[in-house]
């Protein structure tokens, strides 16, 4: 049995001697423990071992830490608290959708495609600002359903279908003469 004040003399003078022995005698045994207590993985038990060992020569490097218990029985409780926080935050990370992360992710290409085609979306916004209230609806209402027929466009905004084919053709055309031209004044500025 290690004694307290033995390992604290160790850490505090840096006697890597005896940590190395102190650590070869307590991590195997702290490991079991923990694998019977939680169930955990032989990898994962030593991981939590090994990190309440070092956590605990940080201690008593710092001088936070007077143990009246048994190091060994310290040692064993702080592993298995460790465990329990490593299960804690993976759990946090398992709850995210792979999949989701995945869609995210752009390569570079695309976010640059990504980005001209965001900025030819505000061109577009910003000319449909400028036309009055009623061509600005129907625009919109063209554009939000672009599978409708002229007839079925007709009924919903109450227009003849001749009406809705000139004045989308009319529309459509003002659209990109207007994207055009603020889309070369936009190149212009930047180069």
Not at 106 to 128: F, G, L, T
Not at 159 to 176: D, F, H, P, Y
Request: proline residues 3%.
């Amino acid at each position: 049995m290690i004694d307290y004040k033995t390992f604290a003399r160790a850490v505090q003078s840096n006697d890597q001697q005896r940590l190395s022995h102190f650590s070869a005698e307590l991590l195997p045994k702290i490991t079991s423990y923990v694998k019977a207590v939680t169930g955990a993985s032989h990898q994962i038990a030593e991981e939590a071992a090994h990190n309440a060992f070092i956590e605990l020569c940080r201690r008593v490097e710092d001088e936070k830490t007077q143990i009246s218990q048994d190091l060994l029985n310290y040692l064993l409780v702080s592993a298995r608290n460790n465990y329990l926080r490593m299960m804690k935050t993976e759990s946090r990370y398992e709850s995210i959708d792979e999949d989701e992360v995945n869609e995210s992710l752009v390569n570079p290409a695309d976010q640059v495609e990504s980005m001209i085609e965001d900025e030819y979306k505000q061109i577009i916004r910003n000319c449909i600002k400028q036309l009055n209230r009623r061509p600005r609806l129907f625009l919109l209402f063209v554009m939000k359903y672009p599978n409708y027929s002229p007839k079925e466009v007709s009924h919903a905004l109450d227009m003849t279908e001749g009406s809705v084919r000139s004045t989308k053709t009319k529309l459509m055309r003002w659209l990109q003469e207007c994207f055009e031209h603020n889309r070369e004044k936009r190149e212009q500025k930047i180069g």
